[in-house]
């Protein structure tokens, strides 16, 4: 306590120890000080110190209705006494300040197994039993959690979730970023609902051969096609089918290219990239476009114009075709060509 003579705070009397002509003071416990305390522990008879003040709390059980564990402190157990600790009553859980199941939940309380349970406020942190109103399974979880998160049964959610994240939103299914890969499916009323990068195992047919099979969405639209009787499906630039050598322009750079597939390497792959289509050549026998190809890069390399690596620091979808526009500008493939020096193929 204060010792200033102008304080106002009440002064504690100080305990003196009860041995005869001692007159301590230091850490007085059961009347005596800390000096006889240890003789007294230590098994001196002479010394007989004060009963204790404290109840003991020996063979009795909490004071709750219905608890039969040992007290702990308080007249209670050591759940309740922690409960009164945290939450200022031992029954704090059961109050309806903030509603309970049965009155402010309905609904909620129609999933209860255990009826009594519905006393529970919204916010209490009690685990109970449920039952799941999709498949009519018991599980357990926290009143809370359910009244003011709103989980549920675990299984059943993540089958919903599954279900929503499955179909494709408008503009992103396979038939509207891939239509020739859909119009090569069995059944084309899933062209709607698949995503490209769908792991669904459907089946294919190809339109080559007639040959059906069954693939996952993602490996066909990467590539994968028929058992070997054509090569429809196959993945790469293919000189038995018709080549495209197509030119592209994008701010301050240009790019050439070759592809059996226009549609998708064109139109979606570059053009998601920000490249946009100058000039495209087409011809049935597709070496004629590889040759094409060939000599030109042979060319640009001549003229020391850089691409690739040499020219770019950041790797990107076809950067070794692509160059500066203030290295070699052309408006057009046969402009592009001319300045080469690279003949226009029949």
């Not at 705070?9 to 305990?15: G, L």
């Not at 999709?134 to 675990?154: D, I, P």
């Not at 001549?302 to 076809?318: H, N, P, Q």
Request: aromatic share 8%; hydrophobic share 30%; charged share 25%.
């Amino acid at each position: 306590m204060c010792k200033s003579p102008n304080c106002k705070h009440k002064r504690k009397a100080e305990k003196i120890c009860t041995v005869p002509g001692c007159g301590g003071t230091f850490r007085i416990a059961r009347g005596l000080c800390n000096t006889h305390w240890l003789r007294w522990k230590r098994g001196d008879k002479t010394i007989q110190p004060q009963e204790s003040e404290f109840e003991s709390t020996v063979g009795k059980v909490c004071s709750v209705d219905g608890c039969e564990s040992d007290v702990y402190a308080k007249g209670l157990c050591d759940q309740h006494y922690q409960r009164k600790l945290r939450n200022g009553s031992e029954h704090d859980v059961r109050q309806t300040r903030h509603g309970t199941i049965k009155a402010a939940r309905p609904d909620l309380f129609d999933q209860l197994v255990n009826k009594a349970d519905g006393e529970f406020t919204l916010g209490c942190a009690a685990m109970v039993e449920w039952i799941c109103q999709q498949c009519g399974e018991k599980y357990f979880a926290t009143v809370a959690s359910r009244a003011q998160l709103g989980t549920g049964h675990q299984d059943c959610a993540r089958l919903f979730v599954g279900k929503k994240n499955k179909n494709p939103k408008p503009g992103q299914s396979l038939a509207d970023l891939y239509p020739e890969k859909a119009a090569m499916l069995l059944d084309q009323s899933l062209g709607k609902k698949l995503k490209p990068k769908s792991h669904d195992l459907v089946w294919w047919k190809c339109p080559e051969c007639g040959e059906e099979w069954q693939a996952t969405v993602d490996n066909v639209v990467g590539g994968t096609g028929c058992s070997g009787k054509c090569m429809a499906g196959k993945s790469g630039y293919k000189k038995t089918m018709t080549g495209f050598f197509y030119f592209l322009e994008k701010p301050g750079m240009l790019q050439i290219g070759i592809t059996n597939n226009p549609s998708r390497r064109v139109h979606h792959v570059h053009a998601g990239n920000g490249w946009r289509l100058v000039d495209m050549l087409e011809n049935a026998d597709g070496r004629v476009i590889r040759q094409l190809e060939s000599a030109v890069k042979n060319r640009l390399a001549a003229l020391s114009i850089d691409t690739g690596r040499r020219a770019f620091r950041e790797k990107f979808d076809g950067w070794s075709e692509s160059w500066f526009q203030h290295d070699l500008y052309a408006t057009s493939i046969c402009d592009l060509l001319g300045k080469l020096g690279v003949p226009m193929p029949e």
